[in-house]
């Protein structure tokens, strides 16, 4: 099968796509459960396979989730029904499957950004900044300081005119910010995420949302029985241009900063504190599982990123965040100009799913150039 074939266009076709496996599967594994969850307070569902190739439940079991970001979520589906077609299926296959390794599947998580091209949910809350406990009581506990001091440019309080207006003002403005600040100190304030400005990019929400609530009890349940439990979170736009990064938001020298290195450490490819690209968020999903069972449990949480337009450069970060700020000030300021909200839009939706062949084939070789691998290192481990 021509592996652009994976690459859909629409929420409703990569859904479809993915639920069509369920007789096949049911057939290939002696353990197997389709659910659907339902998100309350306009939350869609979300569509996940529990899957066993013996009647008992395995030590371990991988965790595979797309679309958090909604919009990325288009490429995360791509790699999740690639792999159920050609590695769960195939029996053909030139990998062979571990027995001691289950496996848990899931579709969509942001349902609404998916299916409306957005990054974040239906009250503009980015998913992987609320990945908490009720009790942690984010919005009090993370105060991002830095973010407060430059919001003004982050959530710019009028319209949006003209794009290429709008482009020359913001290049000058962002300039002066980096040479105020400093470079990481922006990006930093940016996406560290903040919970302050609900009309504001990267806005972590007051409180868990529905989806979280809703996917704790659903892990408390599923992953009871296992030992080990590998995450692989499917992300797109950070990084270099058709790059891949895989990125941990433990801290360094932590169990689960020793376990990631057992499994991905030759890579090359792990960020860490001290790196200069490297970033830490709260309220991170890779965070969610060790806050769920404690200690009770060796985790290996890992964010898979696939880098689109570039925003590693100079032009790619001005770009990006300005695409970012622009997309945002349009939903809640409007636009007196529907051709340049429609382009940003248009570009917006190519910087976290890009239309380009090279970026598609480029990121379905980094995905399973590393995938199979990482399977077969974890049911080692």
Known sequence: ??????????YEACRKAFVTYK??????????????????????????????????????????SSGIHGIEGFAGSAFQRRWIEEYLLDEKSHFKLPKNVDFLLIHGINAHGFKNQLRVNERNVDLNRNFALKREKL?????????????????????????????????IRFLGVVARFGAKYVMD???????????????????????????????KKV?????????????????????????QNAPAGSKEDKNLRK???????????????????????????????????DFFPITVELGTNGNMSLTGALKGSFLMISENRIRFKGSKSESSANRIKEEFREMFYPSREDWRLAAMDHVFGILPETITRFSKV
């Open 263 to 297: 499994v991905f450490g030759d890579f090359g490819l792990l960020l860490n504190e001290g790196e200069e690209d490297f970033y830490r968020t709260s309220g991170d999903f890779t965070d969610f599982f060790g806050k769920i069972f404690n200690k009770e449990k």
């Open 139 to 171: 919005h009090k506990k993370f105060k991002n300081k830095n973010y407060r001091k430059i919001q003004t440019f982050l959530n710019p309080g009028t319209p949006f005119t003209n794009y290429l207006l709008e482009y020359s003002l913001f290049v």
């Open 23 to 64: 007789k096949q599967l049911k057939a290939r594994f002696r353990q197997f459960q389709f659910e659907t969850l339902e998100i309350p307070k306009d939350g869609g569902e979300v569509d996940t396979y529990f899957l066993g190739q013996k009647k008992e439940p395995a030590r371990r079991i991988v965790v595979m």
């Open 189 to 219: 304030a940016a996406v560290n995420g903040q919970y302050e400005f609900p009309k504001g990019i990267y806005y972590g929400g007051r409180k868990p949302e529905p989806v979280v609530r809703r996917l704790r009890k659903f892990f």
């Open 1 to 10: 099968m021509d592996v652009l074939s994976y690459y859909l266009e629409t």
């Open 223 to 247: 992953l009871k029985p296992y030992d080990q439990i590998l995450v692989l979170d499917f992300h797109t736009g950070y990084g270099e241009r058709n790059g891949l990064s895989l990125m």
